[in-house]
Nanobody
Framework: QVPLVESGGGLVQAGGSLRLSCAASGRSFSTYNMGWFRRAPGKEREFVAT????????YYADSVKGRFTITRDNVKNTLYLQMNNLKPEDTAVYYC???????????????WGQGSQVTVSS
């Protein structure tokens, strides 16, 4: 088990920035590839970004590329998502997820957090 707890969501105006954090319990955080997903009201959950165990590889959805940055700190057991130039269409519940194997943009992650609400006003 890898309990994951997101934080850092909130209300921001369009063009603003937020940084989400995902804290993982236990000593195995560095053995997991990590990802961010989001679910907007009335829509399916969608992939946002992923990062490999050692942060050597990252991959982003086209909709966030150039605006969002995924990073991790394996000493602090924490995953981050820096979100800049936010748009109203970024409004969603954001989830972090952990995968033993590389899952990329698929939903084949082993553990999920409970989500953090991000609301972008126009």
């Amino acid at each position: 088990q890898v309990p994951l707890v997101e934080s850092g969501g909130g209300l921001v105006q369009a063009g603003g920035s937020l940084r989400l954090s995902c804290a993982a319990s236990g000593r195995s955080f560095s053995t997991y590839n990590m990802g961010w997903f989001r679910r907007a009201p009335g829509k399916e959950r969608e992939f946002v970004a992923t990062i490999s165990r050692t942060a050597g590889s990252t991959y982003y959805a086209d909709s966030v590329k150039g605006r969002f940055t995924i990073t991790r700190d394996n000493v602090k057991n924490t995953l981050y998502l820096q979100m800049n130039n936010l748009k109203p269409e970024d409004t969603a519940v954001y989830y972090c997820a952990a995968a033993r194997l590389w899952a990329g943009s698929s939903s084949n992650y082993d553990y999920w957090g409970q989500g953090s609400q991000v609301t972008v006003s126009s």
